[in-house]
């Protein structure tokens, strides 16, 4: 049962254009969310994350938006560089009980020069 | 600081060998977790620990036992190797302030059983 999902396996973007990459979820438990990016060969690192009490996070050029209502949140990149080509992955969590991380599918992001 | 460090890189088993995984963390790091990646799939937690001589299951921990001596190394074991363990083994560890600390990746061992 994947309580995280990221339903576009890929996505193509040119170089200085948005990149939007989105992740639902259905567990309502969840309370901070996370993204992380991993490159070939190399383990994820984390990008940026928000709490269930906000609806936006930003960090320079990335920004993540979390619609609760919806159990919806999106990571915009703005604007793209080739470097941001990467494996993309959604995370969740709940901050209580083992606070164990829940990953989505990922998405392939692949940033045209 | 090395970071987070898994050995070995690659490996191929074959049907019912047993191996090791070795993870090691030099940051201090008391929570130490052991994730899986199959093809085309998020990762998903075999097993964790929040400090040396405890250790408890995650979501898909059939197959495998843990042990934490020590706090720097959180090995995985696979007794009984099964095609279906194929996959890449990450291993992570965090500090243990709060659960939003961030979590810290090593870089995975790739693991064919045939």
């Known amino acids: 049962d994947q309580q995280v999902k990221q339903n576009s396996p890929s996505l193509s973007v040119q170089e200085g254009r948005i990149s939007i990459l989105n992740c639902d979820y259905t567990?309502?438990?969840?309370?901070?969310f996370l993204w992380y990016k991993k490159y070939p060969a190399e383990g994820p690192t984390f990008l940026i994350s928000i709490s269930s009490i906000k609806d936006k996070n930003e960090d320079g050029r990335f920004t993540v938006f979390l619609n609760k209502s919806a159990k919806h949140l999106s990571l915009h990149i703005v604007p793209s560089q080739p470097g941001d080509s990467a494996v993309y992955f959604c995370?969740?969590?709940?901050?209580?009980?083992?606070?164990?991380?829940?990953f989505g599918t990922g998405t392939r992001l692949t940033v045209i020069p | 600081n090395a970071g987070v460090t898994q050995t070995p890189k690659f490996r191929i088993l074959k049907i019912g060998q047993s191996m090791t995984l070795q993870c090691a963390q030099d940051m201090n790091h008391n929570y130490m977790y052991w994730y899986r990646q199959d093809p085309g799939m998020g990762l998903k937690l075999i097993y964790y620990s929040v400090g040396a001589g405890i250790t408890d299951k995650g979501e898909v921990p059939n197959g495998y036992n843990v042990s934490r001596s020590t706090t720097e190394d959180f090995p995985l074991r696979l007794e009984l190797a099964a095609p279906s363990q194929t996959s890449v083994y990450f291993c992570?560890?965090?500090?243990?302030?709060?659960?939003?600390?961030?979590?810290?990746f090593g870089p995975g061992t790739r693991l064919t059983v045939l």
């Open positions: 992570a560890s965090r500090v243990s302030g709060t659960s939003t600390d961030t979590q810290y």
């Open positions: 567990n309502s438990m969840f309370d901070y």
């Open positions: 995370a969740a969590l709940t901050q209580t009980g083992a606070n164990n991380l829940f």
